[in-house]
């Protein structure tokens, strides 16, 4: 449900509501089985299938207003939810959902016609929030956490100068509060106000694309020419026990000739093969299953990025 106002003709406001009715159910094949001695096998003891259900309300409202036909100002503020793993689920359970409460504030401006400028603040706060386990490659509560930061966003196109587009985006991510300790996580690895593992404190991106040049031409026909780069950048990324993750650039290509309907492209990804980590993390571990005296110190353990990719597209429009 949504509704609309537009008021002196430069503010508008907006206010949503949306309803989430979420079931869940749940037929564990792995868990508690009965031995065939003791109870047939398409019969199963309580909990090996379990279902459960609930519902939540996602309020959402904005504002704009138009100064001038080239710049405004925009503040919103709207609440999500992110359901659980099915598996966690009790028999009956009410499902907890983890709720988001976010908000930004910014500013959009178009110095002149094909370009824009979009600039704010932002923050949300999330209930409870979770971080990959590698070791057990599970999903891991680390409590409610809270993001706050910035954006710079700039694009402008042209025929005669091409497209730019240049991003830079600054978080501070940090948990608020650690969960208590239970059973099964007795010593809990995160403290208050640690920063939040895996978020990097800042990513940006700067594409270029150049317009299209003319190689030939055949009666009415033209044979064009296209070329445009990316460069990307991510900041070192929290790790837990206080580790970081080192930082990496990279930097993308793609060249393209057109001719009709025609069109054959050649995009590369990581040309300069780069390398870096696309996922890395801290754990013990132990890859000898014949070692006795298996280490119990922490170590870093990675997933490599892509490597230098090439890919060639031929392509016909309809």
């Not at 009790?90 to 178009?110: I, M, N, W, Y």
């Not at 837990?240 to 930082?247: E, H, L, M, Q, T």
């Amino acid at each position: 449900m949504d509704t609309d106002w537009h008021i002196l003709k430069r503010l508008t406001l907006r206010a949503g509501l949306r309803l989430n009715t979420l079931y869940f159910q749940t037929d564990d094949q792995l868990g508690n089985f009965a031995a065939p001695a003791t109870r047939p096998q398409d019969q199963f003891i309580q909990g090996y299938r379990r279902s459960a259900s609930g519902t939540v309300l996602s309020p959402r409202a904005s504002a704009s207003y138009d100064f001038s036909p080239r710049w405004s100002l925009n503040l919103a503020y709207g609440e999500g939810f992110r359901s659980p793993q099915a598996r966690t689920l009790e028999e009956g359970q009410r499902t907890p959902f983890t709720k988001v409460r976010s908000g930004d504030f910014g500013l959009r401006l178009t110095p002149f016609r094909g370009a824009r400028l979009q600039t704010g603040i932002y923050a949300s706060w999330l209930s409870d929030d979770i971080a990959f386990s590698a070791q057990d490659a599970s999903l891991t509560r680390v409590g409610p956490t809270r993001r706050s930061g910035f954006y710079i966003n700039w694009v402008s196109k042209s025929a005669q100068l091409g497209m730019l587009a240049i991003s830079l985006t600054g978080t501070d991510a940090i948990i608020l509060q650690p969960p208590p300790p239970s059973v099964e996580e007795p010593s809990v690895p995160f403290v208050e106000n640690q920063r939040l593992p895996f978020v990097a404190p800042w990513v940006a991106r700067i594409d270029m694309g150049s317009p299209a040049f003319t190689l030939a031409q055949w009666s009415e026909d033209f044979l064009m020419f296209k070329i445009g780069a990316a460069f990307s950048y991510t900041s070192p990324r929290p790790l837990p026990f206080a580790g970081a993750s080192p930082s990496y650039a990279l930097v993308d290509t793609n060249v393209e000739l057109s001719w009709r309907k025609w069109s054959l492209r050649l995009g590369g990804q990581n040309i300069f093969n780069q390398e870096y980590a696309a996922f890395e993390s801290i754990y013990t571990s132990d890859f000898n299953p014949n070692d006795n005296q298996q280490t119990r110190v922490p170590q870093r353990h990675i997933a490599a990025g892509q490597g230098r990719t090439l890919m060639l597209t031929l392509g016909y429009g309809l």
